[in-house]
């Protein structure tokens, strides 16, 4: 957490929550908000989000005792932005289910308090024009970038969709992709910024 910022202009307080007491199942609480449905309404998306979680990790725990393998299973999450009246944090669940190497799979809850919502990328990317100004930004980026994306990655392979992970910053937005989606394993997930003169038409 940045202490420079004051509290008066953060939107919310985050801590940490241990779900069942279990230390492999972190997850955010946030307290503070202004607007109290708001609050109650954040806190059952990561209750919901959570609870998800530990069906997933049981689901595994069943998988490694049936086929033989060591299983592992984290959540973690960071607070991207923090600002008023936007909030977001990014989960990542990474779970090992036999074979290589795991697998991270990353998820976005933003929120803004002041319109009293949660936000997708559909809700900031509205037309269709937007959307291919965006695809078109972040297939540039990645072709600059043959070292870390798929040399022979197509711009119809860049979904930009309700589920496709983001957060707020001062500029703009940062794009957030899943392992595998635009480049390699080693790679990891790619976080792609995205300022606002690219997305916003006048």
Known sequence: MNLSVSAKSQTALVTDELFKDMEQLKYPIVSEVDNEDMEIKINKDFEKYIKESYKELKENETQAEKYGFQGDYQTDYQVKYNTSPCLSIVTSNYIFSGGAHGNTTVQSFNYD????????????????????????????YAIERPDIFYPD?????????????????????????????????????????????VYKKS
């Open 153 to 197: 990655l197509k711009k119809e392979d860049i979904k930009l969709t309700k589920d496709t992970a983001f957060y707020f910053t001062d500029e703009g937005i940062t794009l957030v992709f899943q392992q595998y989606e635009i480049a390699p394993y080693v790679s990891g997930n790619q976080e792609i910024h995205t300022p606002t003169d």
């Open 113 to 140: 308090i002041e319109v009293g919502k949660r936000v997708y990328l559909t809700d900031i990317l509205t037309t269709d024009e937007q959307k291919k100004a965006v695809q078109d930004y972040v297939w540039e």
